[in-house]
């Protein structure tokens, strides 16, 4: 007894849920045969209008509908309760309807689909022909306007600028392209779809390459503002060279020592530029140390009066010399002198004029010695060290200055104006545009 109630129990749920899907109401107590033919005949009429239900077959006995056959769909049988119960009369429903596992019936469908839109395709075949028609001839009017070179090239300050103008009058015409071809498609709701996934795509990309996009708008700056001209002696981060060429990637230097450097265009634009070659004068400075002792204010006079005797100082601006430090045992003089640095070799220049100075410092008797250094501690009893022989003193006439033009200097311009021969194509800068 306690199993049976049991199972009862067990079996309540699913009683509920069958109950669920049957019609409810009071069944009425007149039934008849016309009824339930009425009944059978309405549903067959409803199933004959719908997909799908071809091989359902429908009986109606006392107001119980019993639904036989098979679908294609499992989920459009298990719809059948629900049709069935909205006919009035109906009691009871016994859906036995299964889904088909029939390889023909279940590809006929999708064979009759596949024909009906392959009919659309070919019926809509025209339409599309004139669209694609108008998007190439579009397309080939934006290639051609880009192709001519006068127009661009007189509103670009470059022909890298030139190219960006002509880049950005392409994607203007194949966009339009693309919006009147879409027009005639009558698709014209394709296209917010389409710019938003190409938004998103290009946001993705975008942060991909940053590091690329940054350097391509830092060519276009350098382009356009121009801070150095082929041949500049420039200074960027240390790296010190004459500006070769300016890419669309990097700026290309030739080192003094006949090295390229290449430097990211977008570092280049980010740093501190020190251009030499602009201006033509520029100042040269050196250091030279004298005994405490010595006679500051004559010692500073003889460094003036030799550095205004060369030839390759410049009378202005006027050459100088001051007091720059107080040491242990020295004290040390700052020298500066002018030179044109475009036809004198700055450091040929520099080294000159240390020379010089000190043959006149031991001309004029300023002592310039050797840091000494103090040391205890030595046995008193030691033998005597040897004491350093003097040096030979040196010729006390005033020697001539030697060559200082500017002649690596000019190996260096030639080297990179034969490295620049052939490929101003590639080049950015323009001795014609504006500078900053």
């Known amino acids: 007894m306690r199993f049976l109630l049991i199972c009862m129990l067990s079996l309540a749920p699913t009683l509920v849920a069958t109950q669920d899907t049957q019609p409810t109401g009071i069944i009425e107590v007149e039934e008849s045969a016309a009824q339930d033919a009425a009944i059978a005949t309405r549903i067959r009429d409803i199933l004959d209008e719908l997909d799908g239900f071809d091989d359902v077959t429908v009986s109606v006995t006392s107001g119980i509908v019993t639904l036989r056959g098979s679908t294609l769909d499992g989920e459009a049988a298990r719809r059948l309760n629900a049709l069935a119960s909205r006919v009035q009369g109906v009691v009871a429903i016994e ?3 299964t889904e088909t596992t029939d390889v023909v019936e279940r590809l006929n469908p999708a064979i009759a689909r596949f024909m009906a839109r392959l009919a659309q395709a070919i019926a809509f075949l025209p339409l599309l022909t004139i669209a694609v028609a108008v998007f190439v001839l579009v397309v080939l009017l934006g290639f051609l306007l880009a192709r001519r070179a006068q127009p661009w090239d007189r509103l670009a300050p470059n022909a890298f600028i030139a190219d960006i103008y002509r880049q ?13 071809a879409l027009d005639i498609l009558g698709a014209t709701a394709l296209l917010s779809t389409i710019l938003g996934a190409a938004g998103i795509v290009g946001l993705a990309i975008g942060f991909a390459v940053r590091d690329t996009v940054e350097n391509f708008i830092a060519s276009v700056l350098l382009s356009i503002r121009q801070p150095f001209r082929p041949n500049d002696t420039i200074e960027i981060e240390g790296d010190i060279g004459k500006v070769i060429r300016l890419t669309s990637r990097a700026t290309i230097l030739l080192s003094f020592d006949g090295n390229h450097i290449r430097i990211p265009n977008a570092t280049v634009f980010k740093s501190r530029i020190i251009n030499y070659t602009r201006n033509d004068e520029r100042r040269f400075l050196f250091e030279l140390s004298v005994a405490p002792d010595t006679d500051l204010a004559m010692a500073r006079q003889v460094a003036l009066d030799t550095l205004h005797r060369l030839p390759f100082v410049l009378p202005s601006p006027v050459a100088s010399a001051w007091v720059e430090t107080v040491g242990d045992s020295t004290i040390t003089l700052q020298m500066a002198g002018w030179i044109a640095q475009h036809e004198t070799s700055f450091t040929l220049a520099r080294s000159e004029a240390i020379r010089l100075t000190i043959l006149a410092f031991e001309k004029a008797g300023i002592a310039m010695p050797e840091p000494t250094f103090r040391i205890s501690g030595l046995d008193p009893l030691a033998p005597a060290q040897a004491q350093p022989v003097a040096s030979p003193p040196r010729p006390q006439s005033s020697p001539a200055p030697h060559d200082v033009a500017a002649t690596a ?7 990179v104006d034969k490295e620049r021969a052939g490929q101003e194509d590639d080049d950015l800068l323009n001795r014609e545009a504006p500078s900053e």
Not at 409 to 415: C, K, Y
């Open 95 to 97: 859906n036995e309807v």
């Open 168 to 180: 950005i009058l392409r994607l203007v015409f194949v966009v339009a392209a693309i919006v009147i």
């Open 409 to 415: 200097n000019q190996e260096l311009e030639r080297i």
